[in-house]
Structures are given as C-alpha cells and as structure tokens.
C-alpha cells in the first residue's frame, strides 16, 4: 500500500485554540495520468473535517469538497489530461488549520498480458485461498487482526496464502488451467471470515494471506506461466466489523443498520417479474444474507463512486484480467450498469462474469449485455454463471437427472445474447463437490468434465477436482485442505508419488482433456450441433465443428454398454469414416449407417480423419 506524506502548516495565532483536523488516510490511495476516469472522488478519513476547504498547489489538479461530516470529506477532483506522474501536494483546510498530504499520480504500466480478459479459450480453476497451500507460515496469524487460526479446528483459517498459490503455479500451467479464480483476497477481519466474502478494508490484502505486493506479484507470476488472475468482486456487503458500520460515511451507506434489517423474506425473480410488487424489488435490494454482512446502499451516489473507483484501483494497480462480480441480482442494477460500463470503457479486453444463482436459463439471460429479452433495467455485463447447466449437471451425478436435462439446456441458448461467453461448471465452492454427489462414481465424473470441456463456454473447476477430493454436503467440508500444501502433511498430492491410484487416474484423465482442449481450437470455438437423447435411449452424442475439423462426442448415461445409432449423422460422413479416439489414440472405422458399441457411463472423442 502506498504511503501517504503529511505536512502540518499552523495558520495564524487568533486560530490556535482551535482543534487541528486529523487526517487519517486517503482512498483511493492514488491514481494514475491517462485513465479515463479523470474525475476523480477522494474519501478523505479523519477528525474534525466539518467545515473542510482543500486545493491542490498546481492548477493541473482542480478539487472541491462535495460531502462532509466530522470523520469523513469527500473531494472531487479533476485530472487534466497534461498531468505528469508525480506526488502533487493537497491542502486540506479546516478550523483556520492546514494539512497538507502529497497525493500520488503515477506512471500506469504497460504490458501485453495485464488486462486480457479471459473467454472460450480458457478453463478456470477455482481456489479458496486458506485451503489450497501454506506458502508463508509467517503470516498465519497477524496482530491487528483476529487470530482464528486453527489447523485442528476446520472451521477456523488454516493458514493457505498468495505465497502457496504462487508456489504451484508450475503445477496449474502442468495440469493445463489458463486462468484461476481466488475467492475474495481483501482483508476480512472477523469470525469465520476465511472465505473472505465480509471485506473490513477494500483496499488492503488481508495480511493473513500476504500483502498489496504480494497480489500483485501473484498476477505479474501468473502471466508468466501464461495463466489468467480473475478477482472476485463484492459490491452487495461487507463484513460486520468493517469501520464504516459504526460511523457512516453518510446517512445512507447502509441498506438498513446493525439493528434494524432484514434477512428473511426475499424474492429473487422480483427485479425481472412483470407483476412484480415495486417493493419486493426494494427488498431484493436491501437484504442481508446474514446479520455479520451489512448490506451496501449503492443508490448512495458517494458509495457508488467508491465501489467504481475501488474496483478500477485494483485493476489498474494488479493487471488482473477479469473480476467475478459476487451476488449480483442483489444490487443496485443502475449501479451494476455503470459500474460495469467504468471498467469496459477503461480495459475494452476486460471480461466481467455475474454470479446469478438461478436455475432458469431466461432469467440468467436477462442480466448478460445486450439481450433482447425485455426488462426494465439496463445491463453492461458480458458474461454469466450458468447455473442451468450446472443442475443439469449435478442431476445427472445424483441420479436424479438424464443426460436429456443437459440437452435441454443447451438447447435454450438462443436466450442468451452470448452464449458462449458463460461460465461453466458442475460445482464450486458453495455447492457439494462433484464426485461427493456422485456417491463416489468416478466414471460419471469423468463424463461430466468431458462435457463440461468440449460443449460450448469458458469451463470453471474447483481445486481439488483432478483429484477427485472428496469434501463433504457443509461449506466447510467441501473447502477441505488440499493435501500437500500444509506443513504437516501426511502426503503431497501435487505429485505423482504422493497422490493414490485412483487420485492418479483422474489426474491424468482430466490433464489429458485439458491439453486436447488446447490443441484443438474447435473445441473451444467451433460451432455445436448436438442430437436430443431420447426417453428410452440416454445416449447424448454431439458434433464440434471448424477449423477443418470435426470431432463427434459420444455419452453413454447407463451403466451398461449400449448400442449407438450414428445413421442421423450419415451426412457427416467421408469415404474413409477414419476416426481418432482422442484420450486413446486408437484408430477406428465408423459406419455411419450403423453405429457401434459405447461401453457404460463413458463418453468418447472422435476425431474425425479428412
């Protein structure tokens, strides 16, 4: 975190009875010449600030409180477009007294690889920081934040840090991810706070995962192995013992208060909902998911202002690619449009995705950027989280779904505006993992994530699953340790000797579709054409087409081996009928006109020869 410079000037001896104001810190802490964003709104904390008159001491840099309270003064401040990096000097004025603060503008960097987005080329690997690897045991408990850490207790921190996932960057380019989603990395200090969804401080890393420069020194790594950052966003709340909650910034920061919210009755469809009462959207809006993560007023235009520029700071400041915008439904939509808008007209490569937890495809369609279904709300948001195909997913896992519910939903696409930019997964780090509901079946999951990397979408999977870790149907078992990463551990499962057989097994069955969806860019790009399963015959069989390729894609939802009829896909036939199974590397003949043999719950991929 940049240093903030402070120079006390005494005014005349008819003032010197009075309070000197205290300036505490300034966010954002600086900025840069050449962003777009060249009005920019300063959040002056402190004491004594009623009555605050500033000016910069150059007149490349104008500014004027625009809001003011006895802890806090908003400037607003407007960057002339001739401006040189430097620290320019802010007089902040109050009770016949003068503090004077260097603020910096800085040189921005510059570089291919920060801010690229991601898209249909990338598979995201999803990390909860505190449970993937202890890099920097140092750093396990911190003073100045509470100490819940507690290797017997799971429920408590367990050590995990920025240092143990730049450690195993190696590992992840290996295993073939090209970009990684951590869960929220700001400090949270309070209970529970792990996860890190209840920010105290937006722009401080929480120390107990490392600091600032870590982060960004994580991003700077990660773009060497060729590997994307996504940040996870969090605009709806904080976390309870933020200072903010016990003195405001303004009379309305909070939707409610400590005291007086509510946390029960909502309704999710009601900001898309034609018969809608306008109130239930208001209580969409202003609902607390629990009583220790107040929730952001982000009709407040101070706050609105704060969350933009916040978001824009760790932006410009890490080269991160993408953000994961947490909760979205629940915020201001208004806001959520400009906000979004802020960041595209600043990174035009940037990619946003909207966690919007909903299982109907219309809906979640409805929030991605320029979609022609109706609603009375505007949208800037490039890509979302299908939560559709997931259920279809995990119904299938379970047993309770076929093959035809996957079907189904990709045969919705023509809701979305985009669909191939939308996040897909068949679990993450709030939903029970994959091979747990799946009672165990490795043979399902292998279908699954073969699905999952060769249909259409940017593939997201939780850490842990090329392994096939277990976890269990609570939050915290599901956010288990990966073994290796902790000092003490029995065993290194980032590596061959150290993982079992059967971890083995699934390792390099999924590292295999990880490089073949490398390899073949059709797989990624190329258009879809896909065959219904029918009520009496689960067999789901599908084409990627372009790139002078055609790869055909075969499930079988039994557990037995079954015939395959192949005669609808006559006319995609050759001659020759050569194919490659792609994870064996065999050779076979199709007839087109009859089919062949799939054996139970396998899938193949097969590359057709021209």
């Not at 400090?187 to 490392?210: K, Q, V, W």
């Not at 559709?388 to 809701?415: H, K, N």
């Not at 069955?509 to 399963?533: A, D, F, N, Q, W």
Request: glycine share 6%; with cysteine; hydrophobic share 35%.
């Amino acid at each position: 975190m940049l240093l903030l410079i402070f120079h006390i000037t005494m005014f005349s001896p008819s003032y010197s009875s009075n309070q000197r104001p205290v300036v505490d810190k300034i966010e954002p802490p600086n900025w840069w010449v050449g962003m777009k964003w060249n009005r920019l709104q300063l959040m002056i904390y402190g004491q004594d600030l009623t009555d605050v008159s500033v000016s910069f001491q150059t007149d490349k840099l104008s500014a004027h409180v625009v809001n003011t309270n006895s802890s806090y003064a908003f400037v607003e401040v407007e960057i002339s477009p001739s401006l040189s990096a430097a620290n320019y000097p802010l007089d902040i004025i109050a009770s016949g007294q003068s503090i004077t603060v260097d603020y910096p503008i800085l040189e921005r960097e510059v570089g291919e690889r920060r801010h690229q987005g991601f898209g249909v080329e990338d598979v995201v690997y999803l990390i909860t920081p505190d449970r993937f690897a202890n890099g920097d045991s140092s750093n396990d408990r911190v003073e100045g934040v509470m100490d819940d850490f507690d290797r017997l207790d799971p429920s408590k921190r367990q050590g995990g840090d920025l240092r143990g996932v730049i450690d195993h960057l190696p590992y992840l380019q290996d295993l073939g991810v090209t970009a990684i989603w951590l869960n929220p990395v700001l400090e949270n200090n309070g209970d529970n706070s792990y996860h890190g969804y209840a920010a105290t401080d937006l722009y401080r890393i929480d120390p107990r995962l490392g600091s600032n420069s870590d982060y960004k020194a994580l991003v700077d790594q990660a773009h060497d192995f060729e590997i994307k950052v996504i940040f996870d966003h969090v605009s709806n709340h904080i976390g309870i013992r933020h200072p903010w909650v016990q003195d405001l910034p303004t009379e309305n920061w909070l939707n409610g208060s400590p005291e007086n919210h509510h946390n029960d009755k909502h309704y999710l469809l009601s900001i898309t909902d034609p018969y809608a009462d306008p109130n239930t959207e208001n209580l969409l809006r202003s609902f607390w998911f629990v009583d220790a993560m107040p929730d952001l007023n982000q009709q407040d235009p101070f706050l609105a202002n704060y969350l933009i520029q916040n978001t824009l700071w760790w932006i410009e400041y890490t080269g991160i690619d993408g953000i994961r915008e947490d909760t979205y439904p629940y915020a201001d939509q208004a806001f959520l449009a400009r906000w979004a808008e802020a960041i595209l007209n600043e990174y035009p490569n940037f990619n946003i995705v909207g966690e919007i937890w909903a299982t109907s495809s219309a809906y979640i369609a409805m929030f991605q950027q320029e979609s022609q279904l109706a609603r009375d709300f505007e949208t800037n948001l490039p890509c979302v989280m299908d939560f559709p195909l997931s259920q279809a997913f995990r119904q299938y896992l379970e047993g309770e779904g076929s093959l035809q519910g996957v079907y189904g939903v990709l045969a919705q696409d023509f809701l979305y505006s985009d669909p191939k930019n939308l996040l897909t997964f068949f679990d993450n780090h709030d939903m029970a993992r994959g091979i747990f509901i799946a009672k165990g079946n490795s043979s399902k999951i292998k279908q699954v994530m073969t699905m999952l990397l060769t249909i259409r979408g940017i593939p997201q999977l939780l850490y842990g699953t090329e392994i096939n870790m277990m976890g269990g149907q609570s939050h915290i078992e599901l956010r288990s340790n990966f073994p290796g990463g902790f000092p003490g551990d029995e065993r290194d499962a980032f590596t061959k000797t150290g993982r079992t057989g059967e971890e083995n097994e699934i390792f390099v069955h999924l590292r295999k579709l990880l490089h073949l969806r490398k390899k073949h860019r059709v797989l990624t790009s190329g258009k879809m054409i896909h065959y219904p399963p029918t009520f009496d015959n689960d067999i789901y069989k599908y084409l990627r087409v372009g790139y002078d390729q055609n790869i055909l894609v075969l499930v079988n939802g039994y557990s037995e081996k079954r015939w395959v009829d192949l005669s609808e896909l006559s006319h995609w036939s050759n001659q020759e009928n050569q194919f490659v199974d792609l994870m064996t590397e065999e050779i076979l003949h199709l007839d087109f006109t009859e089919g062949l043999w799939v054996n139970g719950w396998d899938t193949l991929i097969l590359l057709q020869n021209p």
